[in-house]
Structure formats: C-alpha cells, structure tokens
C-alpha cells in the first residue's frame, strides 16, 4: 500500500499534540481493531483490554513512524499478539478451542483480513474526500434496495434525470483517488 | 470494479465501520493524553515467556528486560512483587504506573535494584528517574 499523504500528515500533526489529528487515527483504523478482535473471537471488556492496550503502543510509536503505509500491518500484527495474550490468559477457565493455527507466522486468512481492512480504509478515505454532495447522493445509493430516484431527487435536490450522471461522476472521482487506487482495481466496466 | 461494484464495496466499508462499538473509540481518544513528551521510551528487548514457543514448561520466574539508549531495565516477575535493576547501576526513583496513574513508587539505590510491588494485574508501564534520565518503559501486560 503507498504512503496516503493524508495519514502522514495526521501522524505529523498527532505528534505535534493536535488531538483532532489523534482522533482522525483512531476512527481510521478502530474498524481494523475491532475486525482483529472479532476473529480471535473477542469482544465485550476483553476487546476493550486489547484496543487499550493496541491504541497506547500506536501513542507511544508516534515519533518514530517513518512509513505510514505500514501502520496497518503493525496493528494488525499488535492486535493480534495482545489477542492472543488475552486468550492464553484466560485459558484456564475458558477453553479456546485449537489456537496453533491463530498463532501462526504464515496465516493466509489473517493476510486477507489485513487486505480486506486496507481496502476499507482505503475506500472510507476516499468517500470522506468526495464532495458534500456526492457523499449525500452515494449514502441514499447504498440503502438496499437503493431509494428510488424520485426520492433521492426530493433529498437531494437533483432532477431525477440528472442523478444518473451525477453518480457516475461522484464514482469516477471515487475512482481517481490515489490512494484508493492503489489497493482496489479500479478500471471501468 | 464497475460502479456496482464500488457502491457495494463503499458500502461494506462503511458498515464495517458502524458496527465498531463506540467505546473502542473512545478509549482509543483517551489513550492520546498518555502521550510522554518528556521521557524516553525504553522497548521490551527481552521477554523470558514471549521466548518459549509452545511454553509447555513455563520459566519459573518470568523476566523482562526493557531497553533505553544508555540503560536497561531488568525486572523478575515474582509473586509478590517485581524486582529489578537497572544497569548500569545508577540511583533514582522509580514508578509503576497504570491506566489509572501511578500506583506504586520505588528508590532506586546505588546498585540500580529496586522493589516494586504487588505485581500488577492488567497493563502497566514503569517510569524512572536516575539523575538526567527520564525513561518510561513500554506497555506491558504480566
């Protein structure tokens, strides 16, 4: 994944105490937490253990981030060594079923959820940088079913014929987005 | 992608997202104020039960060393208490600190041995001062 511009300078300005900055990180990248968590089958205070745990290593690498597009990959990794630090402590009381396989170095599965996080990330990004307008069109798209055009044209205040257009264009904007291109295939239909 | 695609790729993005419960967050906003501007941070280096892999036979006593640029910090993990020493040898104090503050506070003396205690449940971090060092150990969790 390549540098996203837009992280290195949340991480520049986190480090320099704007906690707006900080706050940015976190909402980033709490879905990849979260997910991590998930797959050790953890949630509830045990995945609230783990985030805390994950989100003081992420304050305290701060200044010493040289790659952004890296960070990813290092919370995942961190998610996952605290995960399986809560596991085996509570092993005692609660069987975990067979655990070799989660704590394994070559772990296919755990590389596609990384992936798949990367891409969601990446695609949030991307949405958030779409104009006012565009974020509003897309959202009534994602309802399934989509809301009618009619409706949306109410809301929006689009004529209905010009909504197709519109999206293609939000799309494509979408699409142009380096970052996001970088990590999903974007080519036309 | 074709524009289907994308829209229902966007649109697993964003779910995923919302289904993050709140607190995860939030205690990730908290965690900022941790933030140490004024001490160096020393990285576990050595972890005596991290070392074994399939840790069948667990290491009697547990042993962590963290370490700053011109000192360590070695601590045993006891029943009752941490002991530690930092190398090389140089008196100060030293905190044991958790989520909630500094629980616990230590002399360090002319050897660079000191007691902490009781060992903490859940995560911790140690933060020392001997002479001009300020140092301030990684997270851990015993």
């Known amino acids: 994944m390549r540098n996203d511009p837009s992280v290195i300078d949340l991480v520049e300005r986190a480090r320099l105490g704007d906690a707006r900055a900080w706050d940015a990180l976190v909402d980033r990248y709490a ?13 509830g205070a045990d995945a609230e253990d783990v985030a805390a745990s994950v989100w003081l290593r992420l304050v305290e690498r701060l200044d010493t981030i040289r790659e952004p597009a890296a960070l990813p990959g290092w919370l995942a990794t961190t998610v996952r060594r605290e995960c399986l630090t809560a596991l085996r402590g509570r092993k005692h ?37 779409l104009p006012e307008h565009c974020r509003h069109l897309l959202t009534l798209l994602f309802d399934d079913p989509p809301a009618p055009y009619a409706q949306i044209s109410s ?17 494509d904007r979408l699409r142009r987005d380096p970052t996001l291109a970088a990590v999903v295939e974007v080519e036309r239909r | 992608m074709n524009d ?31 933030r140490t501007v004024d001490a160096e941070l020393a990285a576990l280096s050595a972890d005596t039960d ?20 011109d000192l360590t910090i070695e601590v045993e993990v006891t029943d009752d208490a941490l002991h530690g020493q930092v190398v ?8 044991l600190r958790d989520r909630t503050g500094v629980v616990a506070v230590a002399r360090v003396d002319e ?28 997270w851990i969790t015993i």
Do not use: K
């Open chain 2, 88 to 95: 090389p040898p140089r008196p100060g104090e030293i905190e």
């Open chain 1, 31 to 43: 879905p990849l937490v979260w997910a991590v968590c998930r797959r050790f089958g953890l949630g």
């Open chain 2, 111 to 138: 050897l660079g041995w000191f007691v902490l205690g009781p060992v903490p449940r859940g995560m911790f971090r140690l933060h020392l001062r001997a002479g001009d060092a300020v140092v301030v150990t990684e």
């Open chain 1, 93 to 129: 009381q609660v069987p975990v079923g067979d655990e070799s396989n989660l704590d394994s170095v070559d772990d296919p599965e755990f590389d596609e959820l990384l992936l798949a996080q990367e891409r969601h990330i990446a695609l949030r990004a991307a949405f958030d940088n």
């Open chain 2, 4 to 34: 289907a695609e994308i829209v229902a790729a966007l649109a697993e993005a964003r779910r995923a997202a919302a289904e993050v419960p709140e607190r995860i967050r939030e205690i990730g906003r908290s965690a900022y104020a941790w």
């Open chain 2, 50 to 69: 991290a070392a074994v892999g399939t840790r069948a036979e667990p290491a009697a006593v547990r042993a962590l060393t963290f370490a700053a640029r």
């Open chain 1, 155 to 171: 809301s929006t205040g689009t004529p209905v014929g010009a909504i197709g257009p519109t999206r293609r264009r939000c799309l």
